[in-house]
């Protein structure tokens, strides 16, 4: 008989009473993170937003009972356990001192940061704080690459020697106003998605990688919005990541 599970779901906690504090009412929140949050039946206990107007909006159409003035109320709530970061990640490592500070476990939207330092500062500061905290990967827990990754364990596909996302989409750039002076764009606000979900896949880190980036015709924007990605793994594993 074939083993037809192919472990696709997430496992779901047991405890869905925690109160989660959400801190940004802005798109990403209101598109998926609330709706999915309802669907699975987790408890939302608060909400802050620098700009109060679209918090108390958010809290309106997901009937949030509290909307909090500051990052240090929504902190303080005593109905807060998880604090769901979802702002620009220039701000991250301020946010995740001051929540790590009060011991509270944590989600952080990705990019956790924008370089490697302050990624390795902000991981610090989670682990000596021994809070719980993570990274909204959310493609890795997609049922199709959950689905992929038990296929590679059990061999079925095979020896794995390339991994590829090859992506044509109109990606509306338009919608982040503050990401168009970025540095660098879509290898940290969009491939990011692709990066991780690879290295779910072959459980396993890069060695190298070589990567070119461009921007769209006529796009004001200093960073890129394209990119070639090629990463290089043991053996002969490799994955590339082409998106336009
Ligand atoms: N995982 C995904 O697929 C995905 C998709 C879209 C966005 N994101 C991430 O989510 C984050 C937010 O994106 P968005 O699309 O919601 O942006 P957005 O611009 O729509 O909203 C950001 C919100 O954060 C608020 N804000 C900014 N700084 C704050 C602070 N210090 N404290 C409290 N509120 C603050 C703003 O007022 C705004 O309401 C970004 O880091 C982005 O990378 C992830």
Known sequence: ????????????????????????????????????????GFRISAIFDLDGEKAARTAAAFEIPRVCATLEELIADREVDIVDIAVPAAQNLRLVEAVAGAGKDMLIQKPLAEDLETARRTVELIERAGVAAAVNHQMRWEPGVRATRTLIERGDLG??????????????????????????????????????????????????????????????????????????????????????
């Open 1 to 40: 008989m074939p083993d037809t599970d192919l472990q696709h779901l997430p496992v779901m906690p047991g405890n869905r009473h925690r109160g989660i504090g959400i801190c940004g009412a802005g798109s990403i929140v209101n598109a998926a993170h609330l709706p999915a949050y309802r669907k699975a």
């Open 159 to 244: 020896e794995i020697f390339n991994i590829a996302f090859l992506v044509f989409v109109d990606t509306p750039w338009h919608m982040w106003e503050w990401l168009k002076r970025k540095a660098t764009i879509d290898v940290l606000y969009h491939s990011i998605h692709y990066l991780d979900a690879i290295r779910f896949l072959c459980d396993e880190e890069p060695e190298w990688l070589f990567c070119g980036g461009a921007t769209r015709p006529h796009y004001d924007a200093e960073g890129e919005t394209r990119l070639c990605l090629h990463l290089g793994f043991s053996g002969e594993l490799r994955a590339t990541i082409l998106t336009n």
